[in-house]
């Protein structure tokens, strides 16, 4: 008889020890699901998770996934600043 978890309303599910210890999974891992043909769903570990989400497959980590990898370049600018710097190179590229 396999393992049990039950779904929170967020969809949130606890792997149970079991399993993590059979797939080796650690806080932080990867995990990958697949749909198999007669509806079955397999559970296994993604040592190199890809950089990138790929749209055609929908596979990858998006970008929550990637939060930490990079530099903290400080805070984000508003979005009237975005838009400011956006017309600024738009007018230096006309110029040129």
């Not at 699901?33 to 980590?61: C, H, M, N, W």
């Amino acid at each position: 008889m396999g393992s049990h978890a039950t779904m929170r309303e967020d969809g949130l599910v606890v792997v149970p020890e079991d399993v993590r210890q059979a797939l080796g999974l650690k806080p932080g891992d990867v995990v990958e699901f697949t749909v198999q043909a007669d509806g079955r769903v397999v559970l296994g570990s993604v040592s190199e998770p890809p950089a990138v989400v790929e749209p055609t497959t929908k596979r990858g980590i998006g970008l929550l996934g990637l939060a930490g990898a990079f530099k903290d370049l400080g805070p984000l600018p508003r979005r009237d600043e975005i838009h400011r710097m956006i017309g600024e190179e738009i007018l230096k590229k006309g110029r040129s």
